[in-house]
């Protein structure tokens, strides 16, 4: 059975700058721009010519793409000049794009409001400025903003703006719910009647987030005949986002309703990226992926519950819609207070921590445990502690050294330069084999100089540590009052960018903070094989 095309465009270096905090350098636009493109996205867009330097100078040389076209943003005429006396035109036009994407008001409150001019004017710009880019040899492109909440208020108007790109040579018009305010149901409807006027395969959607609905609004406008997507990786857009292309995405490859009906360019192997794509765009912006993203996020795999847990064991489609390895992802079953033998046993395998299924030691761990979160640990959030901690139960890690003492100075002097700051020093005393090793480290912090400290000197085990280093650090005060407990979680990488997390919990700040860091010293000596 045939297949039809749907077509995906992503509007993260556009669109999704717009997200508070988001600042993409030339350079992360161009590497952003590579990855969409092997990822299989059909349009990337890179952004506004002539809005600001940095968007010229990426449009000044076109990316190497071998199957994205390259496409500029910008806006139709203004209204009172001819296209070929626009210099924001003349920007898109010479900007090195393989498309053009006009946005244009599709609102007659709109035209009126905000651009103080007629309807008539506003249909000639686009009439026009579609003209000029087909003649420039470029794909054309009119984003009709507030599409819909136009079309509820005049649809004659709203269809006459999305008739007039279409009739001009427009290869795409594409109706955005600007403000996120529609609903499903309202999406199918409009894009329903539209696709009267405008063959559906011509046809896009451009949705927002501001209800939680842009994926299912993009959807909607599929069923009801669009195909070409709009979105953003990770939904990064601004205010709350847009419609997020790696929840997009495997829905239509994985989803009968639309597996079975449309076939989109990302293969099979290529989805199976789709978690590293979206976490390399979180590092690159220093942003903490969201845990609890659909696909992609580490929670999207995870079961907790001891029961769920044997049910997953037995059948992992019980609490799982797909398999998570065609995402890029992986199955986790949470060891925790809730947690019961087939947790553990699961956990156990995940590690690659050898046991005996008879072992009454399994059920010490079970218990082990329990009492320690209900003191506050987080093993579902530490897999590293987690890992030492089974391995220990089970009498399997080495006593690699021993700290016998350490302590932690935070002092507030004047500088060189008469200013005031604030010093943290820190000694670490330790017995390696018999040798007893003294390390003093300054540090912004005393976190930061307990961390120096320790693993400045570690003897015949230093070299194992070169490569380590802290990357995350993340405090919880448990209860307050005066008996607080403190729980302290520390993300760790090695030189292999492999990451970590370890927990420790105590009433002392520092001492959590200290058991957090330890724990992730000899989980890289154990990951290392380095000899006891």
Known sequence: MSRERLY??????????????????????????????????????????????????????????????????GMTRRAGRSASNDPGLAALLEAKADAICFVAKSSAYQVRVALETTNEENLASIRDSVAAAKRAGREVMLDCEHFFDGYKENPEFALSCAKAAYDSGARWVV????????????????????????????VGIHA??????????????????????????????????NANLCSLIPTLKLKREFADAFEIAVSDEKLASLMKVSRTLDDMLNRAPNRHAPY???????????????????????????????????????????????????ELDRAGIAYDRNDPKLARLVEELKEREAAGFAYESANASFDLLARRTLGKVPDYFRVEQFDVNVEQRYNANAQRVTVAMAVVKVDVAGERLISAAEGNGPVNALDVALRKDLGKYQ????????????????????????????????????????????????????????????????KSGAPA
């Open 8 to 73: 995906l465009f992503d509007t993260t270096l556009r669109d999704g700058a717009q997200t508070n905090g988001v600042d993409f350098t030339l350079a992360d636009k161009q590497v952003i721009a590579e990855m969409l493109d092997e990822l299989g996205i059909d349009y990337v867009e890179g952004g506004y010519p002539g809005a600001n330097p940095t968007d010229t100078e990426f449009f000044s040389a076109k990316p190497k793409l071998d199957h994205a076209r390259f496409t500029a943003f």
């Open 175 to 202: 109706l955005c719910d600007t403000n996120g305010g529609t609903m499903p149901h309202e999406v199918e409807t409009i894009v329903g009647e539209v696709v009267k006027h405008i063959p559906g395969d011509h």
């Open 208 to 241: 927002h987030n501001d209800t939680e609905q842009a994926v299912a609004n993009s959807f909607a406008a599929v069923r009801a005949g669009a195909r070409q997507i709009q979105g953003t990786l990770n939904g990064l857009g601004e205010r709350c986002g």
């Open 296 to 346: 992609v996020g580490e929670s999207a795999f995870v079961t907790k519950t001891g029961i769920h847990a044997s049910a997953v064991l037995k059948d992992p489609q019980t609490y799982e819609h797909v398999e998570p390895e065609l995402v890029g992802n992986h199955r986790k079953v949470l060891v925790s207070d809730q947690a019961g033998r087939s947790n553990v046993i699961a």
């Open 463 to 526: 070299k194992y540590i070169e490569g380590l280093k802290l990357i995350d650090y993340r405090v919880r005060i448990l209860n307050g009052g005066t008996e607080a407990v403190t729980r302290v979680l520390i993300e760790s990488e090695d030189e292999l960018g492999e990451k970590w997390t370890t927990v420790g919990v105590s009433p002392n700040i520092i001492d959590a903070s200290f058991q957090a860091l330890m724990d992730s010293v000899i989980y890289k000596l154990v």
